[in-house]
């Protein structure tokens, strides 16, 4: 049964910081990653989609790696803002129609 | 930005009563997610939804859930009998094709009392 977890749980930044935020998960055949951010009491944000034959994807600051054999993503936050304060999920798609989901990073940036 | 709709934004509901979580996808997509997540826990899968039928469900989605698609636009969940451990952010999602991103809704809180 696949596992995705989430490391660190909670971090706290001064504003301007570089970020690393991880997510491994157990069984390497999925179809793709995807992260999302989540704001409390919203939704999820799409933030990235890296299909399993993809290394990386850039999206403005934000940049997530996959690496299927060793059962890691990390996604990357250059010069974060305040803005930035959320929570960052990671879900992996095994070619079912489902998402199965890591347990989060909140972030905090502090001016 | 097109994006999914999700009614109402909180219910209250009493143990046993049957509720309808309403959502309106993004109008050209053509698959429907329901997901929930209980508070301080992960989000959860509960259905897929494709071609008017499902396609996956979990454990979860047991006899007391069903979803319907009554029309071109609305994507419905029901939940016949509520339970106290149904209380939970229930969120929609809808994709245009298969391993696309998902697109959710802001959520709708149910609250069981």
């Known amino acids: 049964k696949q596992e995705v977890t989430q490391i660190p749980a909670a971090l706290s930044v001064p504003e301007g910081e570089n970020l690393v935020l991880n997510c491994s998960f157990t069984d390497s055949a999925i179809y793709n990653l995807q992260w999302f951010r989540q704001d409390p009491g919203k939704g999820l944000t799409s933030l990235l989609l890296?299909?399993?034959?993809?290394r990386e994807q850039t999206s403005g600051r934000l940049n997530a790696s996959l690496d299927k054999s060793s059962g890691r993503s990390t996604l990357y936050i250059a010069a974060s803002q305040p803005g930035d304060s959320a929570t960052y999920l990671c879900?992996?798609?095994?070619?079912?129609?489902?998402?199965?989901f890591g347990t989060g990073t909140r972030l905090q940036v502090f001016p | 930005e097109p994006e999914v709709t999700q009614t109402p934004s909180h219910q209250v509901t009493q143990m046993g009563q049957e509720v309808i979580l309403r959502c309106v996808p993004i109008?050209?997509?053509?698959?429907f997610y329901w997901y929930r997540q209980i508070l301080g826990q992960k989000v959860e899968f509960l259905v897929s939804?494709?071609?008017?039928?499902?396609?996956?469900k979990s454990e979860i989605f047991d006899d007391q859930f069903s979803v319907e698609r009554p029309d071109g636009s609305n994507f419905t969940l029901k939940i016949r009998s509520t339970k106290l451990e149904d209380s939970a952010m229930y969120f929609c999602a809808s994709s245009g094709v298969r391993n696309s991103p998902l697109h959710f809704g802001n959520g709708t809180r149910l609250t069981v009392t």
């Open positions: 879900a992996v798609i095994e070619g079912t129609d489902k998402l199965i």
């Open positions: 890296i299909q399993s034959s993809q």
């Open positions: 109008s050209n997509h053509l698959y």
């Open positions: 939804f494709y071609n008017n039928e499902i396609s996956e």
